[in-house]
T-cell receptor, first 111, second 116 residues
């Protein structure tokens, strides 16, 4: 079964708008990671947030983590057409490095 | 740094044939993960190694699948005999740390396997 699930499954926005996608997971974790996958390519690591962190920024990315709700969100500000991709969260139960990926959010940014 | 290198990029084979997928890790990375991606099941973790030792192979679907890591920089995933339901994109990923990973994975570009 999936450790994480993203919501929404698909998202379409205009260039310049912000995109928010959410991830829910099932067990206690050491950290949560977000990845991007362009069509036909491998996954690219975007950002990692540890379980004792609540918010983290990297460029136009902002990630939040709520361990009490077992959820995370990824915000992409001022989106660009090049941000069009699928976005996945990945978590592993505490004490393991068996990272399981969620089902992904397909983001389409319209120019 | 050339990144994680997978070969071949595409493989088309007939049902019943043996298929071998290859992965070269980034120098200095000591954890290796094999994933399979399909539309129906998403990304599935098949097996992972730490310091050349298989740690968890519970995701390997059947005995037809086997993975090895003969040295610190190279791994193979073998399917014998292959079946049409094995058609998927297979990714390997590596990481510089084994326990309590604080780094993201570096993924290869994947091998698209089609079994006809």
């Amino acid at each position: 079964s999936q450790q994480g699930e993203e919501d929404p499954q698909a998202l379409s926005i205009q260039e310049g708008e912000n995109a928010t996608m959410n991830c829910s997971y099932k067990t206690s974790i050491n950290n949560l990671q977000w990845y991007r996958q362009n069509s036909g390519r491998g996954l690219v690591h975007l950002i990692l947030i540890r379980s004792n962190e609540r918010e983290k920024h990297s460029g136009r990315l902002r990630v939040t983590l709520d361990t009490s709700k077992k959820s995370s969100s990824l915000l992409i500000t001022a989106s660009r057409a090049a941000d069009t991709a699928s976005y996945f969260c990945a978590t592993a139960p505490s004490g393991t490095y068996k990272y399981i990926f969620g089902t992904g959010t397909r983001l389409k940014v319209l120019a | 740094d050339a990144g994680v290198i997978q070969s071949p990029r595409h493989e088309v084979t007939e049902m019943g044939q043996e298929v071998t997928l290859r992965c070269k890790l980034i120098s200095g990375h000591n954890s290796l993960f094999w994933y399979r991606q399909t539309m129906m099941r998403g990304l599935e973790l098949l097996i992972y190694f730490n310091n050349n030792v298989p740690i968890d192979d519970s995701g390997m679907p059947e005995d037809r699948f086997s993975a090895k890591m003969p040295n610190a920089s190279f791994s193979t995933l073998k399917i014998q005999p292959s079946e049409p339901r094995d058609s998927a994109v297979y990714f390997c990923a590596s990481s510089p740390q084994g326990a309590l990973i604080d780094y993201g994975y570096t993924f290869g570009s994947g091998t698209r396997l089609t079994v006809v």
